[in-house]
C-alpha cells in the first residue's frame, strides 16, 4: 500500500509531502497547483518515464522523489552524481531505459496503473483485445496462462515419456516370456559341463593306461624275441624282482583296462547327451546367446565333438 508521497524540486513543487491513507484516495485542487505534477512524479518513479530533465525546478539542479509502500523507502534520485534508486539505505546505480527489477518488484505497478491528463478516457478507446489484455496485466492472469501453458506442456512431455516407459515394459514382458526356457537350459548345461569334466579325466586314465600297456607289452616281446634264452634267463634274473612286480602291476593293469573300457562306455554317453543339448540350443535360441545376446555359430552347435 502507498503510505506517503515527498517531492523535491519536481516541476512546480519545492517540497510537498502527502500522507495518504486506506481508503480510496483521490487529490482535489485548483488548477495549475500540481495535481497531475504528483502523477507525473509517480510516473517518473515507476516507469523511468519522462526522460532528460526537463521535469526539475526552474533554476534547480537536482530533484527527487521518494515514497513509501508497504513500510519500505524508495526513493529516486537526479543529481551531479547522476540517476540512481535508494531502497531503505541502498543505491542502484545506472539505471538506464529501465526501471532496476529489485525497484519494480516493490513498486508492482506498469504503464497500465497511468492515465494522464490528456488521454483518451480510459481503457474506453480500447478494442475488446486490447482491454482484456489490460485485464490481464491487472489481476496477472498473463503470469497464470504462462503457468498453465507451462504445465500443460510438461504434461505432454511426461505423458510421451510414460508412452515410451510402457512400450519398453511391453516389450520386457514379450522379451521375458520368449526366455521362459532359458533356466531349464541353463541346468541341462551344468550337467552337459559336469559330465565334459568326467569324459575328460576319464580319457586321459585311459590314454595313462594305454602307455602302460604299450610299455609292458615292448618288454614281454623283447623276452620273447631273444634268441639267447640264457641271455635271456640271466636278464629274467637279474629284474627277476621287477618281473614279479610288473606281473602284479599287469594284473591290475587288466582290470584298469576292464574299467576304462567302461568309462570309455560313459564318456561316450556322456558326448551323445551333450551334443543333445548343443542341438537343443541350436533350435531354441535362434542363433543367439541367451546369456550374453551374442551370435552363436550354428556351426559350432551342431558339431559333434
Request: net charge positive; aromatic share 6%.
Amino acid at each position: 500500500m502507498l503510505e506517503r508521497i515527498r517531492l523535491t524540486n519536481f516541476q512546480c513543487h519545492v517540497k510537498l509531502k502527502i500522507a495518504l491513507g486506506k481508503s480510496i484516495l483521490a487529490i482535489i485542487g485548483d488548477s495549475d497547483v500540481g495535481k497531475s505534477s504528483i502523477c507525473r512524479a509517480l510516473r517518473w518513479l515507476a516507469l523511468n518515464k519522462p526522460r532528460g530533465s526537463g521535469f526539475i525546478r526552474w533554476g534547480e539542479k537536482d530533484c527527487s522523489v521518494k515514497v513509501r509502500i508497504d513500510g519500505v523507502d524508495i526513493e529516486r534520485v537526479k543529481d551531479s552524481n547522476g540517476n540512481r534508486y535508494i531502497v531503505n539505505g541502498k543505491e542502484y546505480k545506472a539505471i538506464g531505459y529501465d526501471v532496476p527489477p529489485d525497484v519494480a518488484s516493490l513498486l508492482a505497478l506498469g504503464p497500465e496503473n497511468f492515465q494522464q491528463q490528456h488521454d483518451s478516457p480510459f481503457w474506453f478507446n480500447l478494442t475488446p483485445g486490447e482491454l482484456g489484455k489490460e485485464l490481464n496485466k491487472i489481476v496477472d492472469m498473463e503470469i497464470i496462462d504462462k503457468a498453465l501453458a507451462e504445465v500443460a506442456s510438461r504434461l505432454r512431455k511426461e505423458k510421451s515419456v510414460g508412452d515410451v516407459c510402457e512400450q519398453r515394459l511391453a516389450q520386457a514382458k514379450d522379451r521375458t516370456k520368449e526366455l521362459e526356457w532359458v533356466p531349464g537350459f541353463v541346468e541341462e548345461l551344468d550337467v552337459v559341463v559336469g559330465l565334459e569334466k568326467v569324459a575328460t579325466t576319464a580319457t586321459d586314465n585311459l590314454l595313462n593306461l594305454r602307455a602302460d600297456l604299450l610299455e609292458i607289452e615292448e618288454f614281454r616281446e623283447s623276452v620273447e624275441s631273444s634268441q639267447d634264452y640264457v641271455e635271456a634267463g640271466q636278464a629274467v634274473l637279474k629284474k627277476g624282482k621287477v618281473f614279479e612286480s610288473s606281473k602284479r602291476r599287469w594284473s591290475k593293469l587288466r582290470k584298469l583296462v576292464e574299467s576304462a573300457l567302461n568309462q570309455q562306455k560313459f564318456v561316450e554317453d556322456a558326448r551323445d547327451s551333450r551334443n543333445k543339448c548343443k542341438r537343443l540350443l541350436a533350435k531354441e535360441s535362434a542363433g543367439r546367446c541367451p546369456i550374453c545376446g551374442g551370435t552363436i555359430s550354428s556351426k559350432n552347435l551342431t558339431k559333434e565333438s
